[in-house]
């Protein structure tokens, strides 16, 4: 309608998008780059706790993954994002912990961990310091 094209804020012309030139290089999707929001994305943070603390010492580092992280996938991230060459990957599930606040029972969220051991002699600094 003409009368409310008035009031209707005004956007400026969309620009056509750049066509690819030849001296760019494209990026394969499967094989994600370091710092890449695939990596970044399906490694949520390391697991820190006193048994991570002492597995790291052993070679094998601890992170929480979401529920749908697979192993091959989880190997692809580390060895992309810390530089690394992964031995084995181990998968853990663990339902949540049910909270009780008077009658009411909720539960917390499923948790899911990703045990990764390191070829020998690599070594990640995740738990230094803490």
Known sequence: MPILDRFRKKTPAK????KAEASEVKINA?????????????????????KAARLADAGTYVFRVPMSAEKIAVRKA???LYNVKVASVRIVSLPGKPIRRGKRVT???DLK???????K??????YEGV
């Open 15 to 18: 620009k056509p998008a750049k």
């Open 30 to 50: 499967a094989s994600p780059s370091k710092g890449s929001s695939l990596s970044a994305s399906l490694l949520r943070m390391p697991h820190v706790s006193e």
């Open 78 to 80: 580390v060895e992309s």
């Open 107 to 109: 539960f917390r969220a």
């Open 113 to 119: 961990k990703a045990l990764v051991t390191l070829a």
């Open 121 to 126: 002699g690599q070594k990640l600094d995740l």
